[in-house]
């Protein structure tokens, strides 16, 4: 259903998807197929809020804390495959 | 279509149930009641309704709701009653809250789905019906949610699949006599293109009586367990047979949590706010979103979630091998059967609820706090256009579903 993830490029949150602060981190919910996915740490939420300022994800990666970004590109994997991000608009689809 | 409470087993993370035990900033699995006035009068009704409760919610009080839900970014919430489709603003309602970005998802006997509805439900975003059926046969159903309720329920899941509505749901509450119609009851929705929904009979409302008659045996619950192992994720329950954890290696997908108070709760037809749905009685209840802070306020500081939201001690069941697979099982259940909170589930598969359970005399358990059963001698069901209400709130007030 969804492209492969690629790191390489850069990612935004899904227009349809709405993140509802938790204690542990956020709630994000698709309204197009209605799945719930939970981001369990803070810093990931702030990690998907961030993504559409950089080009790709390996350099929003790079703003973490080294220990912990193999684990956050697994999370971002799994947001990619449930299409809570989204690959940004290539730049010649830009307006 | 993925409801909030069944997450995808992807999305079933199991640290997140020592964070859910905390309670979350809104709930994530609302139900709503919008009616007491129902055109049935089914023995197990967990809410017992039949006559509207003429201090309902008044369309504004019901829009200011919707308002307060889509500002805690509550998604989805899970409608029911009564029959909420008697309600005369029901469409409206719902096209409001799906508007608003409230997804809603509604339980019905069918009354109101005929082929017009159907199709334009079939056209509406965000919109998820439940059908309730409890037998897979007429026989078995009717004898439970009384005559002319089979084929009311089947004419509505025809409509809906003829109108090209994918994936409604079926739901159907486990009794003694239907356990044995499982795979019958998938093969109906198999034939409507529709999901299958099981759920647990809670001995709540009017299902206190019924309980003890109708609650599956041991043998079936053993049969429920490994049926749904088998079935794995095509089957919902609402995780409600999380009780029957301790019967196998292989945990049933889902939360095993009670999530009452903390991920889940009730809003009555009265604006009454509850623990949960199978728990109508004023030991659980929060408050009301009548109140000056509203639902919001309930939600957060209510004295009755900070209770729940506590690491619950598990009592007599602590010790017990089978505590992290069962959690000591459903609240409600308990409470209305008489057995203590912190104890055994009265369907407690190592069987330490059924040995604790009062003898005969159950004259001293706790009444639910509401009762709106139709009066008299059991209704015959129907449409209610052909009963004569005895007085004037026993008309529907309100009207349609989806």
Known sequence: MTAPFEPGRGYQLNPDVALRPEPFGALAYHFGTRRLSFLKAPDLVELVRGLSAHRSVSDALATMPDGRRDAYLRALAALAAADMIVPQPSRSEMP | MTTNCEPAPSERVPALVEQF??????????TWEWTYACNLSCVHCLSSSGRRDPAELTTAEMRSVIDELRAMQVFYVNVGGGEPTVRPDFWELLDYAVTSQVGVKFSTNGLRLDAERAQRLAATDYVDVQVSLDGASREVNDAVRGHGSYDMALRAMENLAEAGFRDFKISVVMTRHNVPQLDEFAAIADRFGAQLRITRLRPSGRGADAWHELHPTDQQQREIYSWLVDRGDRVLTGDSFFHLNALGATPLPGLNLCGAGRVVCLIDPVGDVYACPFAIHD?????????????????RSAPLFADLR??????????????????????????FTGLPLDGPDPECVKGHGASALPGLDRGGLPRPAKDHSHGGQAVPLGMPSVRVPAKLCDSSPLADTA
Do not use: N
């Open chain 2, 21 to 30: 035990k905390g309670g979350l900033a809104a709930p994530i699995c609302l």
């Open chain 2, 283 to 299: 030991a659980f209840r929060a408050g009301t979103v009548r109140s000056p802070g509203g639902f919001a306020e309930v939600w």
């Open chain 2, 310 to 335: 506590t690491d619950t001690s598990g009592g007599a069941c602590r010790s017990c091998s089978a505590f992290s697979s069962c959690q000591g099982g459903c609240m409600a259940a308990k409470f």
